[in-house]
């Protein structure tokens, strides 16, 4: 019981964040990343300044994921230099 209150504390806790993101994060591509964000084979990285800043980032990448997977998949599998080269 107790440990069922836990996680109940923390999964409410995590539901009241709001990650800031851009009014078209929706419809993001991978070309369409911001500068905080780069990608080559076998690298990711992020800059960010805290941790709602790093969740909007992350959301942005997964929205550019989902929405150009054949693109994305180029960028970070090796062999995948010219379109890694076009994302940063």
């Known amino acids: 019981m107790v440990e069922e209150l836990d996680r109940t504390r923390r999964q409410l806790a995590a539901r009241r964040v709001r990650i800031p993101a851009a009014a078209d994060v929706e ?50 599998e090796d062999g995948g230099n010219e379109a890694a080269a076009a994302v940063r």
Do not use: H, T
């Not at 990285?45 to 790093?54: H, K, P, S, T």
């Open 27 to 76: 419809d993001r591509r991978l070309r369409d990343l911001s500068g905080d964000i780069a990608l080559k084979p076998g690298e990711l990285r992020i800059e960010f300044y805290g941790a709602e800043d790093l969740a909007a980032k992350l959301l942005e990448l997964s929205k550019a994921m989902a929405n150009d997977w054949p693109a994305f998949a180029r960028a970070v």
